[in-house]
């Protein structure tokens, strides 16, 4: 159930505790934020040493505040907070916005002051923004509301933006005035004692102010919850999640006492969840300009026209490096430009039409590009020598962009000179986006393909296969109540085969004749494996012996390694035999990552996922979607497809054993780790040959 | 040796062909633009039509100059630039700046044109810029000449920027002044007809006015002058070269008629020539900002510094994914600020002095940091409340960065606005630079680092191995007088003999009991091939047999592969037999690149080979340091070295073939490709184990 942030964005009257007239005081420059905003409530600070401040009268303390109070800001002395809290708590205001630092991070003494104030908010019920932050903004036509510190005040617009941080937050709000963003919200959270990101997603979802959200974000309150609510929120979510290296990741943790989880599986986890992650501020601001106007495309082909060449081979270049096409013209296209373009033009793609391209051309070359193209970049830098106003060449691009409301038409100037903004601003009027530089049109066109992409979140849980909880809870009962963390490699099959996911047949031997019918039975090569559910990497333990072939060789490996058995202590160990059969090398492995929950790995196997430490990963719950997207994206999968006469690998079988797995986590927090290592796949399935599970230690 | 110049850059007296009063008269323009910028020579319009223009008096014909003239530009019709030229070269006038387009680039009858046009040029042995160029600019104090119709004037400075483009030169020039960067010489290099890039980078080696230079190219006029030029101008040399991706080449292509070459090889040519390679305009701004005012960083360790949590986090993520070092900091360190900051400071790498930090903090901060830090990245944001002139900040970093000439100082402010402009002012009195956004802050920095790489480009020769030329020689005559273009198995082994690369041993067996003998010599596992200089692909045509362990096996895969060799219809086919190797297989190539000449190609071989396309170029000739370095950037590297038990590949060996293979390319331009593949390698040496040496058909 979504909280009530109404009277938080939107009070009727607000209090400012610790308002004092003293110059730099953060009270009197929110009171003051509060009036110069146009706030069309009453406001009424509070300090009992001031009879008035800046003008407004002043009352001693919080029990002196009239009824209507929907919300107090708190800028007084950490010592005090709490009683303050419980004040407000007690007269029934239940918005607050608590500037005050010194909780959680700054040291022990503030973590417990925080615990006590998350008490009196649980107590009273209240609506908390902070501690430690630098207040909220509302711009909207219906209210104006600074309530912070910030020196920035935004114009209003359609972006919703949720900071962790209070200096960055006021950086990008300078950011987005510059670069004409409209912003409608801005909550800095601060420390989340009470209301978190995910409170604000919820209510942005009904807002119909907002158009999209912006977070900026260095760890997660509740990640299940905010994908649950990202999922659904129905409108573009753009977050600048930092920590994205290992030396950021330091930074995050000493800055707000939050563990940042491994890169990988943040950027895994946005995915799935349909956030379209950016990762500077320069490429937030091109995502949010992107969106805040633009169409997203139907498909990747890009045409591009220009009226100076070098510009577009720079955006064609760019666009290819974003993964974006430039096919070539169709032949009907090459002759339709060909029949009103001069003879030295260029009928690539790029489209160069020379320095004398009028506007006329612009409107008849987008018009047929745009016919093939799914969306186009159209570089006008005004030449020397131009007989129109460059407004006409505005105009017909508009035109061409306005009849096709499918396909996003961006346009780069080249220049921000005075003469190419009566330009500009015609574009503007039909929502048309410009940019100085091709790079930075084809940054925008890419997020907008992302953006596509992202644009129907996942919502299917994969489909159910055949799984068998309870059978695999009775193997992981028996492991417990034995005391181990470890299972036997029959155990770890049986509880592989409950979800589904194939186990390479094999056999224990007690004696070598058990063996000799083995090889009888299935054929060569064999491998035989001591098995014991404390030993974990067989290969470094001299453990494994692979590609036997006869009898003899059987039984010399027989003997050797129950040589080396004897030499290992091990907790109940026996051996184990398999045949050995070829195909494509993989891992897949599952881990509970402390933020995320259970978290599925995938790897090309063998020398490889070692040396090139290419893997991709995903958070369950994982659909099929996703899976197959996860399979797809590590550098080797090539490795995978047809190649030198070898049938691709079937996929399907893969993807199941990534869903189940995650299924897998989910079901049973307590697997600490699994690790299939290899699982061999061919173009018919896919099968586990060795496996390890553990269960965490308590 | 390099032409003089200084008289076109320099001259006393400008004569403009074509000048007319008309509105949006090129000829017009460029007088107007010469005057305007304060050329102090005299100025002479030529046209028949006027006595004067723009109230300059006009003489009717070139052969009225006067004889001071020492430059002049030709802004007329195209049909008369020939007989212009022509005037020109009789008069003595020596530097022609050719405005006039339609020659080359606009199809065969403006080629025509264009070669005409050379044979003038060399016949009066002419300094000519163009034709179809924008112009050139002189900015320096002592001489300003805008000899361009760019509206674009440069405010003077020490860097020199040569274009091949009109337009995108132009949109640079305004991208510098909002930059603020300062430009010595400008010029738009057309097409090329006289005056290359090469020409004004032999100018530029001796003009003291220049400390770096740019070049903007689509195409290299001749990559081996440039990289002798490059490689010994004693400059930073930034180029910015389009066409990096296939859409952009074939737009090149169709823009200038030249023929880009793969990326890969532009790069590490571009790279063993010294040159700082940027991709975007945006990155072009960064790094000539960083080499105008920076000093080069001796090592990758950073140390950042903050009153601003979040922005230090994205420095710390920029920084690591840039490859630089974010180390955590020493105990002594940690202590050494302890004993100044608050306690809720972060004491980790970022510093977070938190929004209380004062002028004196940010000193001796940044003083303990370089003590073991190789640069620095300060960021202050001006915190509301904040007791001093925020230039008092700067003026600490300031003092600091004085002290410590040889550590890059860069700040970043988190804003435009008007708050910070003072701060700014002051380090730039230091050349201490600013930049608003961190992630800028690290890029410049990380330029640097790379600027500090190519300091000392390699003009090393690499070692002369023995390399017996002439035996190669004589192999490769004999199979051209065959009139063969594909050699046999030992004449390849021979020519790589004769320059020093082990092949495998081998040999032909013309009856069964020869392969006997070759088994009982030295031992299984044995291979077995056909070998025939027009059979390319061994393995497509089952023309390999491997794995053959005894004569039985033996005697099976003569008989099978001379049924093979009878099926096939090649020229001389003989069966080789070689001992089969163990090792890491790697694949090594040679082929001519139509622009650079011989390129030298190396990658793991096998099938991730073929699968990833992981492999690195280099242009011959290769040095040592510059082969280690191409062997080192392939991303399977990590293959290479200790690795699951096997000791490290042993990299001189491979050093070795690289030079070799690139000194073989110059010796012998007719060699069209080499291919060894595999060359098998371990911790004592490489060789190669099949091999293909194609000449040219011609």
């Known amino acids: 159930m979504a909280r009530d942030l109404n009277r938080l964005l939107e009070p009727r009257s607000v209090a400012v505790v610790g308002a004092s007239p003293k110059a730099g005081s953060v009270g009197g420059t929110i009171l003051d934020n509060l009036r110069a905003c146009g706030f069309s409530g009453s406001l009424h600070p509070v300090n009992p040493k001031y009879e008035e401040v800046l003008g407004v009268p002043c009352v001693p303390a919080i029990s002196d505040l009239p009824p209507e109070v929907d919300l107090a800001i708190l800028a007084i002395n950490r010592n005090i907070v709490l009683r303050a809290v419980e004040e407000c708590g007690k007269k029934g205001i239940a918005n607050l916005v608590i500037i005050t630092a010194g909780f959680k991070e700054s040291g022990e003494e503030g973590a417990k002051l925080e615990e006590e104030l998350r008490t009196l908010i649980d107590r009273y019920g209240l609506n908390v923004v902070g501690p430690n932050c630098m207040g909220i903004i509302n711009s909207s036509e219906r209210m104006r509301l600074n309530a912070s510190f910030s020196r920035w005040f935004p114009p209003g617009g359609e972006i919703a933006f949720v900071s962790q941080s209070g200096s960055l937050g006021e950086t990008l709000l300078e950011c987005f005035e510059d670069a004409g963003l409209g912003v409608s919200r801005f909550v800095n959270l601060g420390n989340r004692a009470g209301l978190t990101e995910n409170d604000f997603l919820a209510h942005l979802a009904g807002d119909d102010a907002c158009r999209a959200v912006f977070l900026y974000l260095e760890s997660f309150a509740d990640p299940c919850e905010f994908r649950r609510l990202v999922t659904s929120i129905g ?179 080249l220049s921000h000179a005075a003469t190419v903004e009566p330009l500009v601003a015609k574009l503007r009027e039909a929502e048309v986006p410009t940019y100085a530089m091709p790079e930075t049109a084809v940054a925008a066109l890419s997020i907008l393909r992302r953006a596509r992409e992202l644009r129907h979140p996942d919502r299917s849980e994969a489909a159910a296969e055949a799984s068998d909880r309870a059978a695999a809870a009775a193997v992981l009962d028996r492991v417990r109540r034995e005391g181990r963390t470890g299972l036997f490699f029959d155990e770890g099959a049986e509880v592989l085969a409950a979800y589904g996911i194939p186990v390479c047949p094999y056999a224990y031997l007690s004696n070598i004749d058990e063996g000799a019918a083995f090889l009888a039975n299935v054929g060569s090569p064999l491998a035989l494996k001591i098995d014991a559910p404390d030993l974990a990497h067989r290969f470094e333990w001299d453990a494994v012996i692979t590609g036997i072939g006869t009898e003899t060789e059987l039984g010399d490996a027989f003997n050797r390694l ?20 070829a195909g494509r090398e993989l891992i897949f492995g599952l881990e509970q990552d402390p933020t995320f929950g259970p978290a599925v790995m995938f790897g090309v196997g063998g020398t490889l996922v070692e040396a090139l430490k290419d893997v991709s990963f995903g958070v369950a719950p994982i659909s099929e979607r996703q899976a197959e997207r996860m399979l797809r994206s590590i550098r080797a999968f090539p490795l995978l497809e047809a190649f030198r006469g070898q049938p691709a690998v079937a996929i399907p079988p893969l993807v199941r054993i990534v869903v189940a797995l995650g299924r897998m986590g989910l079901d049973f927090p307590e697997i600490a780790e699994i690790d299939l290592n290899p699982v061999i796949a061919d173009e018919h399935g896919a099968v586990a040959v060795d496996l390890l599970i553990r269960l965490s230690e308590e």
Not at 280 to 309: C, S
Not at 343 to 367: F, K
Not at 569 to 577: C, E, K, Q, T, Y
Request: some cysteine; overall charge negative.
């Open 562 to 581: 129950q040589g080396v058995m004897n030499s290992l202590n091990l907790d109940g160990p026996r051996l184990l035999i398999q045949k050995m059969i």
């Open 235 to 413: 409108k573009p979510v753009v977050v600048l999640k930092a920590g994205r290296t290992v030396a950021g990741a330091a930074a995050v943790a000493s800055h707000t006492g939050s563990l940042a989880s491994p890169d990988a599986i943040v950027d895994a986890f946005l995915h799935q969840s349909g956030v379209l992650r950016v990762s500077t501020i320069e490429e937030t601001l091109t995502a949010l300009r992107a969106l805040e106007r633009g169409v997203l495309p139907a498909g990747d082909r890009v045409a591009i026209l220009t009226n100076a060449g070098g510009a577009g081979i720079i955006a064609a270049d760019a666009c290819v490096q974003s993964g974006l096409e430039v096919p070539p013209l169709s032949d009907r296209l090459r002759d339709g430009l060909a029949a009103f373009l001069p003879p030295e033009a260029g009928l690539g793609n790029p489209v160069d039409m020379i320095a004398t391209a009028s506007s006329e051309h612009y409107e008849r070359g987008l018009e047929l590009l745009l016919e093939e193209a799914d969306a186009a970049i159209v570089i006008f830098r005004p030449p020397l020598v131009f007989h129109e106003p460059v407004e006409a060449v505005g105009a017909g691009i508009a035109r061409v962009a306005e009849a096709q409301p499918g396909k996003p038409v961006l346009v780069c100037t």
